[in-house]
């Protein structure tokens, strides 16, 4: 048993990370996904660039930037989560955990966490009520909240420097978070679900404001862009408004 394989066990069976269980054996259970992840970050970070991951959850895509070169700040709210990120990347001097959520201004907001499925858990309010009743979602329980401070894309760039690639996956509260970014990045990803789409089309808007000029999308957990060519904002807002609600969820993909 290697290094990491004895730590994903230890957080097992630590009462303060064994509700993340599913998400240890999912996220660092399957090599062939890891590599799936590995060719695709390949394209937007390299050796020696900083890479963003906010909502970190349990860390795997901080691996993945980790195993292609990059520094990696990972942002993550959840204690349980960040308890497990420092675990298994606590001895990585490249990589810096911020326990926070993102959002567009500092302070401090209320997480809704989902105690049996914490990836997603979330700081929206509107999320939840899009979640109450949805097809697919209908089984989800949000049953504890905690209070947890509030950084932005702006201040994380101040203290860390510019990355060149953000990762966005937040539940919902993707456009609080761009609002939180005033200047333009290479490249970033956000999360978009079929639930919410106004939240997605807000991101858009507000990414073509910083420049932001070429869209693509991935769906679910494929690690493959879906469209064979990069779209405008309008031409993506177009297409996600057009997908079938049980395409569920996905990420865009974005380069200035």
């Known amino acids: 048993m290697d290094a990491r394989a004895r730590t994903i066990e230890a957080l097992n069976a630590d ?49 993945s930037f980790r195993r292609l070169g990059a520094r990696v ?73 905690l209070d947890v401070p509030i950084v932005t894309l702006d201040g994380l760039i101040d203290a860390y420097g510019v990355p060149a690639f953000v990762k966005i996956d937040v539940e919902g509260f993707e456009d609080a978070v761009l609002a939180g970014l005033g200047r333009p990045l290479a490249a970033l990803s956000f999360e978009f679900t079929t639930i919410e789409r106004p939240v997605a089309l807000r991101c858009l808007t507000r990414l073509a404001e910083l420049g932001f000029r070429r869209f693509n999308l991935a769906l679910g957990d494929t690690m493959a862009l879906a469209l064979p060519g990069w779209l405008s904002a309008d031409e993506l807002a177009r297409h996600l408004l057009a997908l079938p609600r049980d395409a569920n969820s996905g990420d865009v993909y974005c380069r200035s």
């Open 15 to 63: 009462p303060a990370t064994a509700g993340l269980c599913r998400s240890l054996a999912f996220y660092y259970g399957d090599p062939a996904r890891e590599a799936a992840m590995d060719r695709f970050h390949a394209d937007f970070v390299g050796p020696g660039d900083l890479a963003f991951d906010l909502g970190a959850h349990v860390g795997d895509h901080v691996g």
């Open 73 to 145: 700040v990972a942002v993550e709210p959840q204690p349980a989560c960040a308890r497990a990120i420092r675990a298994i990347y606590g001895t990585d001097e490249n990589v810096a955990l911020v326990e926070a959520a993102c959002g567009a201004e500092p302070g401090r907001i209320r997480l809704y966490v989902n105690s049996d499925n914490p990836t997603v858990s979330t700081t929206s309010t509107w999320f939840l009520r899009a979640a109450d009743g949805a097809p697919g979602w209908a089984q989800e329980r949000w049953d504890r909240e």
